[in-house]
């Protein structure tokens, strides 16, 4: 919507956030503390969004460690942060984002508790996809993993809210929401945003939103922070930017992730980055012992080191012929995935030669990559695929079973990672890279850290979302829009 065609300012304020998820809520938060008004409106009819079914993780570190580190005897320097992060973002990495967040990880963690976010503080070995437990500190990404492990000196960053179970994600979000709204953010639920309001020049001025049947107009003096989520619910926007997730079939999502956020962005100049990455899973661990497994795809060929990230096998299992890969286990390290019992055994025999023919893979393909693993694992080795030496162990005891990780036959998890292009403080960017006035966003509604699927790590999202929404709410705060407005 054009200024001109704004009948009158039913709400004036300075800054305004669209989306109250974890990006909203930090972003409100810092405005705030600013001394800003600040008016957030969420389509939904609570706070936190996605965020609030996540495990709550959030990547961590540098500084020399975190305190929860450091008690578990793990020094964690800015510069392997930094080299991570690089390694993680991939071939699209923003290294001017990577360096910031490096630099201040590790005061993010102490503001994160000054907020009222609780952490216990304590150590969890092992490979989980999220605390079970109320512990604190995990290894969540491909830290110890190769390539990773040559690029940075590896330590456990992800750090999750005190709370038994799944999803502490939602003690994350009503920690964050009970600070919010106690400096003074004014909330609107059931409130949709259906377009930007700006200028003849693009300059962003405030929103209309649908509230209570009606269409309302919302002046933003300092800006607008689009916090909206992703476009993992929007199946045209799947199919136009990031068709490969056609082999996924289960949105990670809680329910409002269609695009609006990027959508309302491009809809004045702004760019769309990354659009075709998105994270995927089929989890495997834990039981831990599954990742001393093998992956095989129909040719029989190993082609991941199964230590790496549950995320990264994913991409990979979905990048073999017609999706097809099983995971190989012996008697000894057998078990069913928490996340998925009711996996099917694809095969079971008592030698390798007849779960090839169970599978009905070429003769002799199998038998032959297991052998070989088997003879390097033995001797504590994987120069093939540089898998560990703690997970490394011939498989050898029958009887043997084949797992499918197959995609017609194990339903991938995934969520969208690409979205508007901005600058570190939040500020979004047209296509050539100019900034769009009055214009800001965080959250999966920007791209921001993971932007590329093979490096995601857990807790880098939350991680993201809260670090940079706080820069977008400080930046917004701090801007006034140019150009004259009408006095209606």
Request: proline residues 6%.
């Amino acid at each position: 919507m054009r200024v001109s065609d704004v009948p009158k300012w039913d709400i004036r304020t300075d800054v305004v956030v669209v989306g109250f998820g974890a990006a909203g809520l930090c972003a409100a938060i810092e405005a705030r503390t600013l001394g800003v008004a600040v008016e957030a409106f969420e389509v939904a009819s609570s706070y936190g969004g996605s965020a609030a079914l996540s495990g709550g993780e959030l990547y961590l570190g540098g500084g020399g460690g975190t305190p929860v580190q450091r008690a578990a005897g793990f020094e964690d320097s800015t510069e392997d942060l930094f080299s991570y992060l690089v390694a993680a973002g991939g071939p699209g990495a923003d290294l001017d984002r990577a360096r910031l967040y490096a630099e201040q990880a590790l005061d993010h963690f102490s503001w994160l508790c000054e907020q009222g976010v609780p952490f216990k503080g304590s150590y969890l070995p092992g490979k989980w996809l999220e605390p079970l437990t109320d512990d604190t500190l995990t290894w969540s990404g491909n830290e110890e993993a190769w390539p990773c492990s040559e690029l940075a000196k590896p330590a456990p960053r992800g750090h999750a809210p005190q709370m038994a179970g799944w999803g502490a994600g939602r003690l994350l979000v009503d920690s964050l929401a009970r600070r919010a709204v106690s400096l003074g953010t004014r909330v609107h639920y059931d409130s949709r945003v259906t377009s930007l309001i700006a200028d003849e020049h693009n300059a962003v001025h405030g929103i209309a939103v649908r509230m209570d049947g009606e269409l309302r107009c919302v002046l933003a003096r300092h800006g607008v922070i689009l916090c909206a989520g992703g476009f993992v619910c929007n199946e045209g926007m799947l199919k136009q930017y990031a068709p490969s997730t056609a082999l996924c079939r289960t949105p990670i999502t809680a329910g409002n992730d269609h695009g609006a956020g990027i959508r309302m962005g491009i809809s004045v100049g702004a760019a769309a980055i990354h659009m075709e990455q998105f994270f995927c899973t089929m989890p495997f661990y834990p039981p831990e012992s599954l990742v001393k497994g093998i992956f095989v795809n129909e040719r029989g060929q190993r082609f991941i080191n199964e230590d790496s990230y549950h995320g990264r096998v994913t991409q990979e299992v979905l990048r073999q012929p017609n999706a097809r890969a099983w995971l190989l286990v012996d008697n000894e390290i057998f078990d069913r995935p928490i996340i998925n019992p009711k996996i099917v055994i694809a095969a079971v025999g008592d030698t390798w030669a007849e779960l090839e023919q169970e599978l009905r893979l070429l003769p002799g393909s199998l038998v032959q990559t297991v052998q070989q693993f088997n003879d390097f694992a033995r001797a504590g080795r994987d120069p093939v695929l540089h898998k560990a030496a703690p997970w490394l162990r011939a498989l050898s005891s029958p009887p043997f079973a084949a797992l499918s990780f197959c995609a017609n036959e194990y339903d991938a998890l995934f969520f969208t990672l690409g979205g508007l292009s901005t600058l570190p403080t939040g500020q979004v960017l047209a296509p050539d890279g100019s900034v769009i006035p009055g214009l800001f966003a965080a959250g999966r509604t920007a791209c921001g850290l993971p932007r590329w699927g093979d490096g995601y790590a857990s807790g880098l999202s939350l991680g993201d979302s809260t670090f940079f929404g706080r820069r977008a709410g400080r930046s917004a705060a701090a801007c006034s829009v140019s150009g004259a407005m009408p006095a209606h």
